[in-house]
């Protein structure tokens, strides 16, 4: 049956015996004409027949009744999908209606897409109505400046995490990025610090033209949240915490753990294993502690040592150990110390047990 009304649609057999390229482009163009006109009443099985057939003459014909196929499936809900996919497969020419447009293609589709084809390609899926931050993420990596440029102007692509660093990274040298970031609502925090740091003037002034105050007020909480991811790289990539966790171990099966080990772990210049002998002295999670260090955030740290009953030369070695010495600014450290040495004990205690009871 279905080799019956593929023969009725196309003759391949006379087809192959006809070297014309003309006959077999103006083929495939009332195929995919017949298909447009009736493509809301095809069955599944009249729908396989045509990808079939069309599948069969686009190696028969050249780009230019290709191009014609996507530009005419483009918008089609139901459109041939295997044939769909080949086209967007194609020369960037065959494949650009397809790609921006068709409703057909999916995830997987226009990823493997961006990933293996050209950057045109990956501009063209930049411009579709909606992407998806997966999508996103392949489409700036396989993609050029100009690519990343059409996401930034495109409301409808959801900035995964590839995405935004790539756009981050361009800000710095590419004003028109600059000007078409500063229009969105929806940045990331960290990515909308990366475009203060970098904006010009220019760039500035359009912000305050175009009354986009919510974007001025954030520039500070945006330059924190920036400067924290930093703090965090560059504080604790280098940190082996599973290491330092089994010689705390260790020395809490062979004896008391004490602030000496502590100051040990100091001398020896080891962040992680202070960080973690920390943590048990003062009974506090890590990540607790690091993230008051990454933010300097000194108050909370300072109360819990002095509940501790650290000696003021312990609290002071600590905000020098390892990469805590360029870190943390000479300011910090001198506040830190002097809210240290006028706390009482009997107070820091106090306020740990209020912290513990409030939950």
């Not at 009443?41 to 028969?60: E, G, N, Q, T, W």
């Not at 068709?102 to 045109?120: G, H």
């Not at 040298?173 to 610090?193: N, V, Y």
Request: hydrophobic share 45%; charged share 30%.
């Amino acid at each position: 049956m279905s080799m019956a009304v593929e023969t009725q649609l196309v003759d391949f057999n006379a087809l192959e015996q006809d070297p014309s390229v003309e006959r077999r482009g103006a083929l495939m163009k009332q195929v995919v004409s017949l298909f447009a006109l009736t493509a809301d009443r095809c069955s599944d099985d009249l729908l396989h027949i045509y990808d079939s057939v069309l599948l069969r003459l686009a190696d028969m014909v050249e780009q230019e009744a290709k191009r014609f196929a996507s530009e005419k499936l483009a918008d089609l809900q139901n459109a041939p999908r295997d044939f769909v996919c080949a086209l967007a497969e194609d020369d960037y020419v065959v494949a650009e209606p397809v790609l921006k447009h068709s409703p057909v293609l999916t995830d997987d589709d226009l990823i493997r897409v961006a990933d293996s084809k050209s950057p045109s390609h990956a501009t063209f899926i930049a411009q579709r109505t909606s992407l998806s931050e997966h999508v996103t993420d392949a489409v700036a990596h396989r993609g050029d400046d100009q690519t990343r440029r059409e996401l930034a102007a495109n409301p409808g692509a959801r900035f995964g995490d590839v995405a935004a660093r790539l756009l981050s990274a361009q800000l710095s040298r590419d004003e028109s990025l600059q000007r078409t970031l500063a229009e969105r609502e929806d940045m990331p925090k960290h990515l909308l610090a990366e475009l203060i740091r970098h904006a010009t003037h220019e760039v500035r002034a359009q912000l305050v033209e175009k009354g986009r105050f919510s974007e001025l007020n954030k520039i500070e909480d945006a330059a924190r949240v920036a400067e924290e991811r930093l703090g965090f790289d560059f504080l604790f990539d280098g940190c082996d915490f599973d290491q330092a966790e089994r010689q705390v171990t260790s020395f809490m099966v062979h004896g008391q753990l004490d602030e000496l080990h502590l100051v040990d772990a100091m001398k020896d210049n080891d962040l992680a294993l202070a960080i973690s002998i920390l943590c048990r002295l003062c009974d506090l999670e890590r990540s607790t502690i690091m993230t008051w260090v990454s933010k300097k955030q000194m108050e909370p740290l300072v109360v819990s040592a002095r509940a501790a009953e650290f000696a003021d030369s312990t609290i002071q070695q600590f905000l020098s150990v390892g990469p805590l010495a360029t870190w943390l600014s000479n300011d910090v450290r001198n506040i830190a110390m002097l809210r240290f040495e006028t706390l009482k004990v009997e107070t820091a205690q106090r306020i740990v047990s209020y912290w513990n009871t409030d939950g």
